[in-house]
């Protein structure tokens, strides 16, 4: 086997590659973000992940199968029961989540939320699910009036506290946040605590703020994260990784300020320094900002984005690297509803030693994606690596 110090591994967040068995069950049938979304605004334009073989994966109006990929190619199941960030990363770090958490979408308990406006010294509004923007704009100005915090849930196992930042200062926003995490584990668990900041004077002028900060709970079990700090690898968090994970097993973690551009900015100068292990980045834009608002031609601009960019990251991969893109759940901008939906997700492989055209098949689990990390940089071969078929 080729000797492999280095992969990077970079998330599309949300962009799924066609409905999973039992989509039906998690009322997501029908479901397919890239093929959707594809049909929905007459083709994607997306040339370099189609030279790797991302056609190949799923229809895709605009990327066509290619006979000779660059790379190598397939799509994964998600085994843990959910459609969730968390729980996707989780499982692609090599832990699978067995018990799934609980909807909130009735908002939660009036024992919490008593709890949580005892110890922070701030009542509640709305306490409901609903979509981040449209809840700011209904409470803002209350908030500003009232000073009371702005909670709100979602599809997602997620406690979300909106605050403007020219009423609550950001330091009390994310102490609140800490004090909602520690409620929620006793209470009414969920993966994470998220912090939401805005500004504006009134509705129609309140914007989120790039002080989004998520507050986790740590994975369940080990995942290749930790085991490859252990062994004294590098393990470089780009995005929220950091956050996905409550910091465990990163060595060096690198927020985005702006926007996916800028993720994508630190990924390659990330890949310019000397470092041995993992690069893994999140580019949460295709979900936060499209797929929940249901934005097709955003989906389509911010994909395309990605695509131009590629290039770039496969100029400055090293001889001993290997790239992988991947998803950690779908978000299908054309469905139903603002929730994720429960899909595939696409995996495609890049390098010098990577073996063009191997098709790696559908992986039973997410799982496989740690495993075949693991295999790479530490040489343990465990169940579900495909290094053996993407190595020359």
Not at 54 to 83: F, H, M, Q, R, W
Not at 329 to 358: C, F, M, Q
Request: glycine content about 10%; hydrophobic content about 35%; charged content about 30%.
């Amino acid at each position: 086997m080729s000797k492999i110090n280095r992969v990077t591994l970079i998330v599309l967040d949300s962009v799924g590659a066609g409905e999973l068995p039992d989509a039906k069950d998690f009322g997501d049938e029908g479901s397919n973000t890239l093929g959707n979304l594809s049909k929905a605004t007459g083709g994607l334009n997306l040339p370099n992940m189609q030279k790797i073989g991302l056609g190949n994966i799923t229809d895709i109006t605009g990327v066509a199968p290619n006979n000779n990929p660059d790379g190598a190619y397939g799509k994964a199941k998600e085994v843990s029961i959910g459609k969730d960030t968390t729980t996707g990363h989780w499982e692609m770090s090599g832990v699978i989540l067995e018990r799934p958490f609980p909807n909130y979408m009735k908002g939660f308990s009036e024992e919490v939320i008593k709890e949580f406006s005892e110890k922070t010294g701030r009542g509640v509004l709305w306490n409901k699910a609903a979509s981040g923007t449209v809840v700011i704009e209904d409470c803002g100005e209350e908030q500003m009036k009232t000073g009371k915090w702005i909670v709100y849930s979602s599809a997602d196992p997620v406690f979300q506290i909106a605050a403007n930042e020219e009423i609550i200062p950001l330091e009390e926003l994310y102490k609140a946040c800490e004090i909602a995490l520690e409620i929620c584990n006793a209470k009414s668990p969920v993966s994470r605590v998220i912090a939401r900041p805005f500004v504006g004077k009134k509705k129609g002028e309140f914007k989120r703020t790039s002080n989004r900060h998520d507050f986790s709970i740590q994975p369940p079990g080990v995942t290749v994260l930790d085991k490859l700090s252990e062994a004294g690898k590098d393990v470089i968090g780009i995005g929220k990784i950091y956050d996905i994970f409550a910091g465990r097993g990163i060595t060096d973690t690198r927020k985005t300020n702006k926007d996916d551009l800028d993720g994508i900015k630190k990924t390659i100068e990330a890949l310019k320094e000397d470092t041995n292990g993992l690069i893994f980045t999140n580019l949460v834009d295709f979900d936060m900002l499209y797929g929940h608002r249901r934005d097709t031609e955003g989906y389509k601009n911010a994909l395309e984005l990605f695509d131009k960019w590629l290039p770039e990251i496969e100029k400055n991969l090293r001889d001993d690297e290997i790239l992988i893109i991947t998803a950690d759940h779908g978000n299908d901008p054309t469905y139903k509803g603002t929730d994720h939906t429960r899909e595939y997700i696409p995996v495609l492989v890049y390098g010098k030693h990577v073996k063009k055209g191997a098709d790696i098949g559908t992986r039973e689990s997410f799982t496989d994606i740690a495993s075949t990390i693991e295999e790479l940089l530490l040489g343990n071969k465990t169940e579900g690596s495909f290094a053996d078929i993407i190595l020359d």
